[in-house]
Nanobody, 124 residues
Framework: QLQLVESGGGLVQPGGSLRLSCAAS????????IGWFRQAPGKEREGVSCISTSDGSTRYADFVKGRFTISRDNGKNTVYLQMNSLKPEDTAVYYC?????????????????WGQGTQVTVSS
């Protein structure tokens, strides 16, 4: 059974850091694109970052560039999102998703499998 499980969310103060994990089971993260999306209450789900496991290329939304870093651990079949300098506006449920073509896309409809999400709250 193909499954994605996110973890690492929580409550952090502005300026703090969190590292989200997206662990895959039932398949290996080879030749896929893995995206991180987020959805705040009352807002549309938006793309945050993406990595292609075919060539390691990465993409970032403008609002996280320089603060977030996406990476992959092949041995653990896991993708990470390191989030630094967090802001209150980063508060949202964060999801990871996988799409078969190993080409990143900002459209949520291009992804085949989704995790259940992990809550990130940035507040003092």
């Amino acid at each position: 059974q193909l499954q994605l499980v996110e973890s690492g969310g929580g409550l952090v103060q502005p300026g703090g850091s969190l590292r989200l994990s997206c662990a895959a089971s039932g398949f290996t993260l080879d030749y896929y694109a893995i995206g991180w999306f987020r959805q705040a209450p009352g807002k549309e789900r938006e793309g945050v970052s993406c990595i292609s496991t075919s060539d390691g290329s990465t993409r970032y939304a403008d609002f996280v560039k320089g603060r977030f870093t996406i990476s992959r651990d092949n041995g653990k079949n896991t993708v990470y999102l390191q989030m630094n300098s967090l802001k209150p506006e980063d508060t949202a449920v964060y999801y990871c998703a996988v799409r078969g073509p190993p080409v990143c896309s900002w459209s949520r409809y291009g992804y085949d499998y989704w995790g259940q999400g992990t809550q990130v709250t940035v507040s003092s």
